[in-house]
């Protein structure tokens, strides 16, 4: 109808005329949207407003007066309008307002002037969203399952699920199965077997665990204020974590933050505002951290708290420059993997690798099945982890526990035997490769006098040399799959002092055995399964709605596909993330980027302060968790009760963790309180495409299945009202709502080729159907091992980072694996750190560092939890808390647990569920001791990212008996040029604790 | 008439507890009049996963058994309810009414298998319904089936035929078998959870190194020349006997390899054991 119209009026006078024909049709609209929505009569009533429609030349034009939820309009230019909208001329004013809706012309005519939109920001904006909800009224959403029970459908970070509403609440939350209407999944036919998995989602345990964590008594319901912050008198900053709050208003607690924040920048400049959210939040494209937030931020100028490569480290700083993968954070690309596997492979070696604690990322249990394939067909399975994981419990086989952070010495040893016994492809090693001479001769021993033979690794790793030739030779006679990391370079083993080496060496391993050929490639079956690689819909690092180009992958696909208003940060200086306490503390501290563009992005060594910048004063926290998964994190405590930060504000679900120790609070709801759009374990950006990992694509409506709790709201509403104070509502939100951002992120994906948003919201999914066999990705790293030009469907590495024709060899200088890596010659070739090529270099803090050894013997490793993912699904009253290998319930208190064996618990007369003191001279923790055979002796196993932080004592300098066990961890980067984390090397003592020695509860 | 059993992979659970989570998730801040009052929140729930690790560091293994109301055809709860408090269903689900129970805590203690759970704030004896108000209504399932991602549970209705075939074609199992009390839960692959293993590893040396002897025969024997079992050394030279009975007595290992002195070692089994290196 749109064309049809704008065809017909060719002349400016019948354009005008049409215009005016709109413009009268509006009321007509309200009116009987008002008459048939007692919803949208009710928000018609809260102003009684005039708004004027017009050209900006006034000659034509509309007002309406709006009186108790009635709207009159006369044609004309009103005097005194309280909203006015101005269209350049009756060609943009069509553009914008004839159905269907189109945001590129409103863009357009928004960047160029064209409209204008004049009024105070609480009645521009309340104006705008009365004429979304006008067009929203009556959406059908859900499926009726009679007994009045709704199902929603939302997504979460551990997978999708059904949502069953009953009288506005939820009463069950299950994983999605599908109907008869949605596509078969894929088969793959291998050794005279056909393999598919089942038509239905899985789900992790803490995404099972929702319903308890969205009705937890630990929910904060109003807006809060620390009782003796004021401030406009003593803020008592001392007291942050110590003392309680007391229940404001809204209006109240924004006036607050929006004055803090124009103070600020009033009494220091732009930058003074440092802003940080974890590494996760509650899913959704629009809702995650990467969306909404920054779009906020960047109209205010800003600080970012600049993320490591958390649980990528030693592939970004270590393995990316022997292979380049820059762009996947130096982990290997994975495409066609799952069909390679299970056709051609014969071993398995999972090093520090546990798919079946963390779902890969983002994918629940998805990969588990086809584990059990490999397991049926009879694939020789062998785990390398100080820790017997549950990936090794469920399929069994060789189990190898190296001391921890020693991990390359093994993969030295390795190298060695085949070396010597002629155990690798030469053929492929001269043709793919570059300097293995020279890494060879290390190896031999003839650099520095060591061979590293597997007697050399006994005296470091511990594995018995026999057990390292026989696991040489098996892998250098079978053709093998190595899975490095929990998804392929995702894991433990990269995040320890010697983590960058360790990786380092996976690589070169797979050099010398012919990666990519037949059977014989990266990954354990949790990434390559052969859904549809080309149907586009976003993953939630493309940035949402942020308009953010610089700062997520955005540029790459959604920002062309959804057009949208682009947003710019003007303060160009960050804070390393794992050096904030230094930042505030010290005032200064250095860092270096994750910037996974190219090799070399990693080198830029930045400052803060930045040049002409000051020291950040204020602190707008998304969410409470650094204290679990930062490292040595009773640094982060001491900060917060710092003069030097004014003002702190914590914007959050949960009263946790570093929520306590905020000025203000803002509570926000969760996700199954909002509108939102997703895809099952698609996160895009650093894990292109990690939609890989599951066996059906699902697209998720994430419907708002009930209304936020007590006061919350969500993300988007409460930065929204902000904006509303400081000038920029409608260019935050352009003027319309989440659920109309739903609509536009829909309209931008591949999704409307398929299924009609009216279906998709009611129905709440999609299954992408998988492609013909004929069509399915090729297999990664193939084309390399056949000097064939790239055929993988990614974009990476970027055209200018081929050094001969673009898409001919990997990203490195000589376009081969690089056993000596031309950008380190380059960048540090003396670095003792970080060689030239991967060396055996002990850990700054284990079995070599004598003195501290003596003083605590004992390892901890703290790898990524397994039931709750960072600090989602833990405390909150969760009924993860009940599940015995989580936490502990002793004397009315849920501990943390830590494993030791029963060795190293007999010598300090431990028993299974004593309470113990876990410390080091960084802090203490007290955990619940698990006696146990899956450790050996001297290392002892506990995760990472507890949600509770609880001193006994003074905060940031008593034990914590919530299990933050970041507590213990060094602060130390694995190697000074970089930004990283090396929470695997740390070493602590336990003894028995007295549960009378320190405050209860 | 085909009834109810739920049939449980021991070897497929990997402890993920995404059973003991729907159950909750299910049951607690939900009544389902007639089936069964408002579980707790917190604390024991109506499924739980016992885990059992067998060896020592560095030869173990690991294996969970998730353990629920076992719906039994002798059910010692159903004896215990003087007045039709616990009943059995013709598709054998056994409930607890939650009207007619209130106040009978001695229906908790009457559970051999411990699965009947005192809620306190309702005064009431709660456990496993297996959704039954779901399954009335054509669920097809009951929650923690539909969430177990690994296929260690399955419910069926079965014959008895269908049952009797099932089970020689599994080797499904009754768990504490001598309770007696003739559950509708059976086992697949019990014996992970409920025997022991002797397992060792041989070594040789060759050329003055120690390597991992591979394919060598080794053979378990009781009570003089009874052949419990004989193996082959894989590549690490380990070797396992497994399902054999805990606290059994004394086994003779004998380890033989072509050109070399065989070893015999005498294991008196308590429970699962590592002899560690033996080298020929």
Known sequence: MKGAIKFLAKTEAVKKKIFAIVLYALQLKLNKTAREHDDFKKRLKEKDIVVQIKLKDNSCGRYYSIRDGVVSSKKGIHEKPDVAILFENAVVALDVLLPPRDYLATINAMKSFQIGLEGPEELTSWWMEMLCLMLNMGIEYGVDVGRGVKRYTSNTNGGPVFVYVKDGKIIRITPIEFDEKDPDPWTITARGRKFTPPKKTTIAPYTQVFKSMIYSPDRILYPMKRVDFDPNGERNVKNRGISGYER???????????????????????????????????????????????????????????????????????????????????????????????????????????????????????????????????????????????????????????????????????????????????????????????????????????????????????????????????????????????????????????????????????????????????????????????????????????????????????????????????????????????????????????????????????????????????????????????????????????????????QSIWFEGEAKFADIILPACTSFERWDISEFANCGGYIQHSFNQVNNRVCIMQHKCIEPLGESKSDFQIFNELAKRLGFSIMFSEGITELDWCKRLFDATDLPKFITWEEFLKKGYYVVPPPPESMRAPVSFRCFAEGRHKDTPEIAPLPADYTEEVFKGLQTQTGKIEFVCSSLVRFDPDDPERPVMTKYIPAWEGHHTKELYGKYPLQLITPHARYSFHTMGDGKRSWVNDIPEHRVLINGYYYWIVRINSKDAAARGIKNNDLVKVFNDRGAVICAAKVTERVPPGTVHSYESSAIYDPIGEPGESPDRGGCMNILTPSRPIIKKSHSIAANSCLVEVEKWNETDGGGR | MKRWHLIIDIEKCENCNNCFLACKDEHVDNEWPGYAAPQKGEGKGWIEVLGKERGVYPFIDVAYLPLTCMHCDDAPCIKASKNGEVYKRPDGIVIIDPRKAKGKKEIVSSCPYGVIVWNEGLNLPQKCTLCAHLLDENWGKTRCVQSCPTGALRLAALSEDELEGLKTLEGLEVYRPHLNTKPMVLYKNLYRFTHCFIGGSVATIIDGKEECLEGARVTLTKDGDKIIGETKTDCFGDFKFDRLEEDSGLYTVKIESPGKEGKTLQVDLKKSTYIGVIYL
């Open chain 1, 248 to 650: 404001i208003s809204w209006d109240e607690a924004l006036d607050i933050v929006a004055n803090e924040i124009k103070r600020v920048k009033r009494e220091y400049g732009p930058g003074a505002i440092v802003n940080g959210s974890g590494s996760h939040h509650l899913w959704g494209v629009l809702g995650y951290w990467l969306s909404a937030r920054l779009r906020f931020f960047n109209h205010i100028g800003w600080t970012p708290i600049a993320h490591n490569p958390d649980s990528w480290e030693g592939w970004y700083w270590g393995a990316m420059h022997h292979w380049g993968q820059s762009m996947h954070l130096g982990a290997p690309e994975s495409y066609g993997t799952v069909e390679d596997c299970l056709k051609e492979c014969e071993m398995v070696v999972f090093w520090s690798s546990d798919p079946e604690a963390t779902g890969g990322v983002y994918a629940a249990f998805e990969g588990t099945i086809r584990r059990q394939w490999l397991k049926e067909l009879g694939v020789q399975m062998v785990h390398i982890d100080p820790y017997y994981n549950h990936t090794a419990a469920l399929f069994g086989g060789k189990w190898l526990a190296p001391r921890p952070a020693t991990g390359n010495s093994l993969a030295l040893a390795i190298a060695y035997v085949w070396i010597t016994e002629g155990l690798y492809d030469k053929e492929y090693v001269e043709k793919n490769t570059h300097g293995f001479e020279a890494w060879k001769d290390y190896i031999l021993g003839k650099e520095d006098g060591i061979p590293k033979t597997p007697e050399w690794q006994e005296g470091e790793a511990g594995i018995p040399a026999r057990e390292v030739r026989a696991l040489a030779r098996q892998w250098g006679r079978k053709k093998t799959y190595l899975a490095a990391g929990g998804l392929s370079g995702f894991g433990s083993a990269c995040r320890d002092a010697t983590g960058n080496e360790w990786a380092r060496s996976m690589v070169c391993l797979m050099a010398m055995q012919g990666l990519g050929k037949p059977g014989v490639n990266m990954g354990g079956m949790q990434q390559g399964t052969p859904v549809d690689m080309n149907f586009y819909f976003p993953g939630y690092a493309e940035g949402g709605l942020s308009g953010d180009i610089a700062n997520t992958a955005s540029a790459v696909n959604l920002y062309v596909r959804m057009p949208h208003l682009p947003t710019v940060n003007t303060v160009y200086q960050m804070i390393p993330r794992l050096r904030l306490p230094e930042a505030i503390l010290e005032g200064h501290t250095i860092g270096y980027p994750t910037d996974p563009k190219t090799i070399e992005g990693q080198f830029r060594k930045f400052e803060y302060p930045a040049p002409g910048y000051p020291k950040v004063r204020m602190y707008y926290k998304y969410g409470g968790s650094h204290f679990g998964t930062m490292c040595e994190t009773n640094r982060y405590a001491r900060m917060y009760r710092s003069e030097n930060l004014e003002f702190v504000v914590n």
